[in-house]
């Protein structure tokens, strides 16, 4: 039976589900929540973990040694229940291991480990990935954090911490082609409804690693760090009071992708007995 734990400190408040290591809430002492409800009628989601794939697959499987693997969408990671390792003040550690139906579609033990850690205003997210098997281990893992923008998207901006000149892949189902579309020059991309008319603003060449998410009269703002994460999606249910920002270390499949995964594009390649760690941050502002 999964729980709700909770970290907190004098700033803010995080409600955290054991299944899938899911941020449920990030609410100010004042009493400002600026996670998405999950309404299952829009989107029922609110911050879940990629992982062992981020995005889809073309035709939902890859090839290993010359077998054929089913994987879901995002993976299977946001569905497993997580232990408690530690709760403590402002600090929580969970894990999850494979299962059986786990090694149906992803042939290697693991331990997966996420810390939440609060500083002030600031939670940092940390997904560890160790690899006790002898063979390498092929994954991608990713947030998909789910920012409450209750006045509509149109009044948020987000803005890059360095020049950009950001183009979008385009999409065909749950993949990507080669050819991209031209967003925008500069640092500030104002949001709009039609940006997520066909699905998702994907970013696979960017400059900056951390981005605000912030309304555009001054005031609640989130600003996302992500230094060990090379790609970024920015999505929504088109009109829905929220967007989602999705820092990742992989990318969708290509349209023309082969189905090997030693071979897919941007895949993280972990051998044995190794371990991968990565972090990314948000740090929550009211504004006025």
């Known amino acids: ?138 994954f991608n893992v990713g947030g998909h954090e789910g920012y409450a923008t209750p006045e509509g998207i149109e009044e948020y901006e987000l803005v890059f911490d360095k020049e950009e000149q950001l183009a979008v892949n385009s999409l065909s189902g749950n993949l990507i082609g080669h050819d991209k579309k031209p967003l925008m020059s500069g640092k500030v991309l104002p949001l709009k409804k039609e940006h997520f008319s066909i699905d998702a603003i994907i970013l696979e060449e960017l400059n900056s690693r951390a981005l605000t998410l912030r309304h555009k009269n001054g005031g609640r703002s989130v600003r996302v760090e992500f230094p060990d994460l090379d790609h970024l999606l920015v999505w929504q249910m088109c009109g829905a009071p929220y967007v989602c920002i999705e820092p990742w270390n992989g990318m969708p499949d290509f349209a023309d992708a082969d189905g090997d995964i030693t071979k897919k594009t941007y895949i993280t390649a972990l051998e044995g007995g190794k371990t991968f760690t990565s972090t990314h941050t948000m740090t929550f502002t009211e504004g006025n």
């Not at 600031?122 to 281990?137: C, F, G, H, Q």
């Open 1 to 138: 039976m999964s729980q709700i734990i909770t970290i907190q400190n004098e700033q803010l408040t995080v409600a955290i589900s054991t299944l899938g290591a899911e941020v449920q809430s990030v609410r100010s002492s004042r009493g400002t929540e600026f996670i998405w409800e999950g309404d299952p009628n829009i989107w029922k989601g609110r911050c879940p973990i990629l992982f062992p794939i981020c995005g889809g697959l073309k035709n939902d499987t890859y090839t290993l040694n010359g077998k054929t693997y089913q994987q879901q969408k995002h993976g299977f990671i946001r569905f497993c229940e997580f232990s408690v390792d530690s709760v403590n003040g402002d600090t929580a550690v969970l894990s999850a291991r494979e299962t059986e139906e786990t090694l149906k579609t992803f042939p290697w033990h693991f331990v997966f480990t996420v810390t939440f850690r609060l500083t002030e205003n600031r939670l940092a997210i940390s997904y560890t990935v160790n690899n006790p098997d002898e063979s390498t281990m092929y």
